[in-house]
């Protein structure tokens, strides 16, 4: 499976961005979604996932209700729209895919197989 992630940029806080992340390689649709992100200096950490159906989401505490994540089965991509971004939203943002994880693993980095190349998210002040 090969993930390519876009759309990061600068923004200034209280800005929005969309984040794109293309599949190929395996069936997209059985794939459960994540986003995860790093900021220099901490360890990467989780943003939000999407299962396998549309319908079953999960966002870290920091961004819900301020991001929401969405899949297009249809055109092999899961996009991340970020809303009122903040400067502690700066890091590096990863999408990452896997085809077995079950719903208490969603969270955790290392359970994903597949990993996009990030995409640099950057908001001033």
């Known amino acids: 499976v090969q993930l390519q992630a876009s759309g990061g940029g600068l923004v200034q806080a209280g800005g929005s961005l969309r984040l794109s992340c293309a599949a190929s390689g395996r069936t997209f649709s059985n794939s459960v979604m994540g986003w995860f992100r790093q900021a220099p200096g901490k360890e990467r950490e989780f943003v939000a996932a999407?299962?396998?159906?549309?319908?079953?989401?999960y966002y870290a505490d920091s961004v819900k209700g301020r991001f929401t994540i969405s899949r297009d089965n249809a055109k092999n991509t899961v996009y991340l729209q970020m809303f009122s971004l903040k400067p502690e939203d700066t890091a590096v943002y990863y999408c990452?895919?896997?085809?077995?994880?079950?719903?208490?693993?969603?969270?955790?980095?290392?359970?994903?197989?597949?990993w996009g190349q990030g995409t640099l998210v950057t908001v001033s002040s």
């Open positions: 990452a895919a896997d085809f077995n994880l079950i719903q208490s693993s969603i969270r955790t980095a290392r359970e994903y197989d597949y």
């Open positions: 999407i299962f396998r159906s549309n319908s079953v989401k």
